[in-house]
């Protein structure tokens, strides 16, 4: 059974940093990926960023870009975002979602249909 648990969100200053953790559990090799979404209260969720374990390619929206730094430790089987320059329109709860295989088409990697597996989410708020 494939988990996925976040961790790393909190309280920071706009300008500041976090960085963001999603431990996976139950893929059987490295041919998944990892796609982190957030959602803010009352707007839908948001894919910002994701990763191919394979093979390392990344994704960025452009709303992250720059700022948000997404990579991962094969051998703990752990995905990090590093969050950077942080805004308050960055507030909202984090979440890691997994993937068996690539998401090979590049406009679906930000789709939640695409992801099976999901987090629990973790909090972030930035305050102004």
């Known amino acids: 059974e494939v988990q996925l648990v976040e961790s790393g969100g909190g309280l920071v200053q706009a300008g500041g940093s976090l960085r963001l953790s999603c431990a996976a559990s139950?893929?059987?090799?490295?041919?998944?990926?990892i796609t982190w979404f957030r959602q803010a209260p009352g707007k839908e969720r948001e894919g910002i960023s994701y990763i191919d374990m394979s093979n390392g390619r990344t994704l960025y929206a452009d709303s992250v870009k720059g700022r948000f730094t997404i990579s991962s430790d094969n051998a703990k089987n752990t995905v990090y975002l590093q969050m950077d320059s942080l805004k308050p329109e960055d507030t909202a709860v984090y979440y890691c979602a997994g993937a068996k295989g690539s998401v090979v088409v590049v406009t679906l990697r930000f789709s939640p249909h695409e992801y099976k597996f999901w987090g629990q989410g973790t909090q972030v708020t930035v305050s102004s």
């Open positions: 139950g893929f059987t090799s490295d041919n998944y990926a």
